[in-house]
C-alpha cells in the first residue's frame, strides 16, 4: 500500500500547466475495471455515484456500506483508489485512517461542513491535522471546501479555508462548484494542487482548459455512474418496443 499512495502523490506534482491529473469516478467494481483498463493511472470513488449504485440518495449512506464499496472497488483494480468518505461519518480521526486502510484506499475527500452548514474552519483544521497525524503518509488528503456550495461564494474566504487544511497536512484542496472564472484567482491563492470538478456538458471547459485556468486534479463526481444508468434506461425502454 505504501507504494499505491507514493504512486498516487506522485501525479499531484510537478504536473505542467494544461495537463491535470484526471480521475474518473468508479462507483462499483466493474465500473473500476473498465476506467483501470481504459489506462487511468487511479482512481477517485463519488460518494454520490456509490450512493446510488447502493440504493441511497446522497448524504445518506451508511459509513459500513461505504467502506464496503469502497473495499470492493479497491480489490477490482492495481491503480491507486482515492475515496470520497463525505464529512467523516462523525468517526474520530484515527478511526477514519484505520477505516480507510482496511478499505485499501491510498486517498480520501474530507468536505468541510455537515447537513448543508459549513464547519468552523479552525476547528476542522484541528480535525485534519489529527487524520494526517494518525494517517502517516499513508493517505493522501484532499480537503474539500464547500464555500461554493454551502457558503457565500467568495473567493477569497476559500482561499482562507484552504490554507488552513494545507497548513494542517492536506496534499491536494477541492473548492468544490468553484466557478470556472474563479479559478486563476484560487490558483493563486492557493498554494499546492488544485482539484476542480469538470462538468460533463457540450459546452464545458475541457479538463485541459481547466488545467490552463489552474485545475491540478480532475474529477467528475458521480456524473459517469448517472450517464450509464440514463444509458440503462434509454436501453430498458427500447427493449419495450
Given at each position: ?16 500547466q ?14 473500476a ?7 487511468f ?11 446510488a ?24 483494480v ?80 476559500a482561499?482562507?479555508?484552504?490554507a ?12 468544490i462548484?468553484?466557478?470556472?472564472a ?51 434506461a ?8
Amino acid at each position: 500500500m505504501t507504494g499505491a499512495v507514493e504512486a498516487l502523490r506522485a501525479l499531484h506534482v510537478r504536473r505542467p500547466q494544461g495537463d491535470p491529473l484526471i480521475l474518473p469516478g468508479p462507483w462499483d467494481a466493474a465500473s473500476a475495471r473498465a476506467l483501470a483498463e481504459a489506462g487511468f493511472e487511479a482512481l477517485a470513488t463519488p460518494s454520490a455515484g456509490v450512493a446510488a449504485a447502493l440504493g441511497y440518495a446522497d448524504g445518506e449512506t451508511p459509513a459500513d456500506e461505504m467502506f464496503a464499496a469502497v473495499a470492493r472497488i479497491t480489490r477490482a483494480v492495481d491503480v491507486p483508489v482515492t475515496a470520497d468518505i463525505e464529512d467523516g461519518y462523525g468517526l474520530a480521526p484515527k478511526e477514519l485512517v484505520e477505516r480507510l486502510l482496511a478499505a485499501g484506499a491510498v486517498g480520501c475527500n474530507i468536505e468541510d461542513s455537515t447537513g448543508g452548514a459549513l464547519k468552523d474552519p479552525r476547528e476542522h483544521a484541528d480535525y485534519l491535522a489529527e487524520f494526517c497525524a494518525a494517517a502517516a503518509g499513508r493517505i493522501l488528503l484532499n480537503a474539500r471546501v464547500d464555500t461554493f456550495v454551502h457558503g457565500d461564494g467568495d473567493p477569497e474566504r476559500a482561499v482562507e479555508r484552504a490554507a488552513l487544511y494545507i497548513a494542517a497536512g492536506a496534499e491536494c484542496v477541492y473548492p468544490i462548484m468553484a466557478p470556472v472564472a474563479v479559478l486563476p484567482l484560487l490558483r493563486s491563492g492557493i498554494e499546492g494542487p488544485l482539484n476542480t470538478l469538470a462538468l460533463l456538458t457540450p459546452d464545458g471547459p475541457s479538463p485541459a482548459a481547466l488545467g490552463e485556468l489552474g485545475a491540478t486534479r480532475i474529477t467528475f463526481g458521480p456524473q459517469l455512474q448517472r450517464r450509464a444508468t440514463a444509458s440503462a434506461a434509454e436501453l430498458a425502454a427500447g427493449l419495450r418496443q
